[in-house]
C-alpha cells in the first residue's frame, strides 16, 4: 500500500515538474524566447530567469520543447529549390547560435545556385559570426604582459599619431565624422573588409559596437590610407573598387541612390592628399607661344590727315550733333509749304485698304 502512495506521489510530482519545464517561443519575427511557458486566454506568458512576458497568440509562430525541434519544424516548411527560403533559414540559425544547422542551409543554397553571389555573401557572414562566437566560448588564458608587445604597440601608435598629424587641417575630423562611418556600415558590416578578412583593406568595427577610441580611428584611417596613390588619388583603389562590383556583391556598393556618398569619398581623399585645389602659376609662361597665339597687339592711332575739319561738338545736349553737315542723298524731298489764301485740297488716302476711302466709296448719299 505504502509502495502504491510513493509511485503515485511520484508521478504527481514529476507531472507538475514536466508543466513547467522550460519550452521554447519562437516568434513570428524570429525572435525565440525560453522559459517557462503558460497557456493563457489569447495570450502566452513566458516566464525567465530575469523577466516575465505576456505575448499575443497571434504573435507566436510556434512553441517547442527544444531549440533544435524548432529549427525541424522551419526546415519542413522550405520550399523545394528556394535558395531564399534556405538563406533565410541559415540568418536564423546564426542569431541562434546554431552553427551546424546554419551551415547545412548555406550548402544546400549553393547547391542550388552554385555561382550565386548572395550565398557567397551570407557564407562571409557565418564565417565572421561563427569565429566570433567561438572565441567568445574559449575559456579565458591568462597572459604575462610582454615588455616586447608593449613596444610594439608603442611604436605603432607613435606611427598612428605621425600619420595624423601629417594631414592637412581638418583631414582627420572630417575621416572620423563622414568616411569611418560610410567605411565601416557599408564595407564591414557583411564581412567583407573587417579584421577577420583576408583582404588588404581591413577596418575595425569597433563603432558598430559604440566602442570607437581615438586608436581604432587611426588604424581604420592607416587601412584606408595605405589603398590610396598619392600620386595620383583619383586613380586610388578606394575609389575605383567600390565603382564595380566586387566580392562578390552583384552590383556596385555606391551606386543609384548612394553615388553621393562615393562623392564625399572623392571629396575627402583629394583633400587629404592635398590635389583638392590646383594653385595657379605665379611666375611667367615658361614656354614660347606660338604665332597664333600670341596677344593681338594693340593699334597705334593713325594721322588725321590735315584737311580733316574737327567734328563740331554741341554745346548743349539737345542738339543734333550733325547738325550743319551735307544732307543725306537719299533723305526724302521737304513737304512743300503751306500757301496762304489758297483752296486746300482734298485728302487722298494712299492705301487703297484704308477704311475712310472705302466707306466714301460705298456710303450712300445723305438723304436731303
Known sequence: MK???LVTTALIIASALASHAAEVVVLRNGNVLQGEVDRLQGAIRVATETSEHYLPVRDVERITATLLDAYAAKRIEVREGSISDHLELAKWCMRQEIWPQAAAEIEDARKIA?????VGYVQRQYDVMSRAAMRAHEPAQATQPVADDSHQRTEELAE???LATSLPPGALEDFARHVQPILVNGCATGGCHSTEDARKLRLNRDLLRGMANRESTLRNLQ????????ETPEYSPLLLQ???PHGG????????HREKVREKLIE?????TGKDQVKPPTGPPTVELA????????????????????????KHFWEDPDAGAAPLTDAPDAPPAVKRGAEPTRYEPRDEFDPELFNRQHAEPASE
Open 291 to 314: 604665332a597664333h597665339q600670341q596677344p593681338l597687339a594693340t593699334p597705334t592711332p593713325q594721322a588725321t590727315p590735315a584737311q580733316a575739319a574737327p567734328t563740331k561738338q554741341p
Open 114 to 118: 552554385p555561382d550565386n553571389p548572395v
Open 242 to 244: 567600390p565603382a564595380v
Open 249 to 256: 556583391l552583384p552590383r556596385p556598393v555606391f551606386d543609384g
Open 268 to 272: 575627402w581623399v583629394l583633400k587629404a
Open 160 to 162: 598612428l599619431e605621425k
Open 223 to 230: 587601412a584606408v590610407w595605405n589603398t590610396i596613390d598619392q
Open 3 to 5: 509502495a502504491r502512495i
